[in-house]
């Protein structure tokens, strides 16, 4: 799928961002989500999810697919990811689902925070973040997206969908 305005917000974002089919495996990432786990990009892309995650963890992976098939999002998830280097840490899962244009799923726009990077900073650069990029969406709603064609389309209302449920994250209440 080639790169839209829309996926260009993510590109160097704060936040760690992947996507994935509907078998779990990951069709792309960001940056931050490789430096994160300490890959290269290019290592990353075609591993199943569960790669990432120590086995001990693969359970709670499952189950979030799971929550994912059946309601078509997943909200407030921890889950502990494993780096390339072995150690791991504890991060919070949220996901949206992605449709083509008859509605059939295509897989999952995922953002993951690291919950021991979750300070009152960060949580202010989020924030931030997620207004920019909603804007910029509907920036691109206004003046572009009738031109799109329909893999583009499907790309930008995976993408609003994610940032409107991010935007609605409370970090406070995970902090507790």
């Known amino acids: 799928m080639p790169q839209t305005e829309a996926r260009k917000t993510l590109k160097d974002a704060p936040i760690m961002w992947r996507r994935i089919n509907s078998i779990g ?7 931050t989500y490789a430096a994160k786990l300490g ?8 591993n199943v999810i569960f790669e990432h995650v120590p086995k001990e963890s693969w359970k709670d992976m ?22 390339q280097n072995g150690k791991t840490f504890s ?6 689902s992605l449709y083509d244009e ?3 799923l295509l897989g999952s726009n ?6 021991e990077q979750i300070t009152d900073e960060k949580i202010k650069e989020f924030e931030e973040f997620f207004k920019e990029s909603n804007t910029k969406l509907d920036e691109i709603k206004e003046k572009e997206y009738d031109q799109l064609d329909d893999s583009s389309k499907s790309e930008y209302d995976g993408l609003k969908q994610m940032f409107e449920m991010l935007s609605n994250v409370n970090f406070d209440q995970i902090r507790k």
């Open 62 to 83: 499952n189950n979030s697919l799971k929550t994912w098939f059946d309601t078509g999002k997943v909200t407030d998830r921890k889950i502990t990811f494993k780096k």
């Open 91 to 96: 991060a919070l899962l949220q996901a949206t």
């Open 102 to 104: 008859n509605k059939n």
């Open 110 to 115: 995922t953002v993951i925070f690291d919950l």
């Open 39 to 46: 890959y290269a990009k290019s290592e990353i892309i075609g």
């Open 25 to 31: 495996v990951i069709l792309d990432c960001n940056s």
